[in-house]
């Protein structure tokens, strides 16, 4: 009920793809993506949320293989719930906690060229792009949710 009143309902993925494809691709980036995270942060606090969204993206492939519609559901709630963990965390990332000083460190650590006079007179400008990059990627995933949701929907409706 409240991701129908909250995400709107697409017919199709920007217009160019079906909405079965766009979950699928969706699905499939989600999978990747976790399963690298897995991989490589082990020993992360991340790691359960990960391991759960992998397994959850997985359900959509089983739920489209077998025409389940309670394994896409769980998928379509995943992608729901994942907007609001992404959304929480956000304030909670260590480069947000840092200040300006540690922040300018770590990235003349990556570029050798920076000094920290130019880089503490910027970095401002580099919370506002990180801060802008989340809210796109925000947006992505409620997109990604809405895209779920309508082809749960979909599945669910009577086949003719």
Known sequence: MLRSLLLPAPRSVFGAFSIETGATAAAGILLSWHAFSIATGMRSPWMLY?????????ALFYGRAKRDVGHVQWFATAAFIDIFVYAAAIPFEKEFGMSDVERCTV???????????????????????????????LAIKVYVAAVAQSYEHQCAAPQS
């Open 50 to 58: 990960s391991l759960w969204m992998a397994v959850s993206s997985a």
């Open 107 to 137: 990235a003349m650590a990556t570029n050798g060229e920076l000094t920290m006079e130019y880089c503490l007179a910027h970095v401002h400008e580099i919370s506002a792009i990180a801060y802008a990059i989340r809210a796109v990627a």
